[in-house]
């Protein structure tokens, strides 16, 4: 049996993107409790802007992020999470992600791109050393930008 994907990657045209807020979000998956559990959840994306470069790897991202979206499907978890003690939207609405690098497909075993620098919470500046690979089989009108 063979399979094919959901979408075929391509790269974008060099050019300024901007990021269309009502159909792109950002998404996340990641593992609670010592590693048994995984957690997904999402944020929306305020505004942002994507700059494509040739070569793709000198590309660079910046999005602004509301942090009171922050929706997982726990209650308790995005109360806890929206609280002053974590992500405080009331003292904090936005955090800042920035990029200064993309990898194309298959570097380092990674999905289609990942976007790396750095995440700034809570309006504090710096790498957060996190890493943002959009998920294999979505389709490209999730993730939109607009020149």
């Not at 995440?119 to 050393?129: A, D, K, M």
């Amino acid at each position: 049996m063979q399979t094919k994907p959901a979408f075929i990657a391509t790269t974008p045209q060099p050019g300024h993107y901007d990021i269309d807020p009502d159909r792109s979000r950002v998404t996340f998956a990641t593992r609670h409790l010592f590693g048994l559990g995984r957690v997904k959840g999402s944020l929306a994306i305020r505004g942002g802007t994507a700059d494509v470069a040739d070569p793709i790897a000198a590309s660079a991202l910046y999005a602004e992020i509301e942090t009171a979206s922050f929706r997982t499907k726990s209650r308790q978890r995005d109360r806890s999470v929206l609280s002053p003690r974590f992500l405080d939207p009331a003292g904090h609405p936005v955090m800042i992600f920035r990029s200064d690098r993309i990898e194309a497909e298959g570097q380092h075993g990674q999905g289609p791109a990942t976007k790396e620098r750095g995440l700034e919470p809570s309006g504090v500046p710096g790498p957060s050393g996190s890493g943002v690979s959009p998920k294999s089989g979505v389709p490209p009108q999730a993730n939109t930008a607009r020149p």
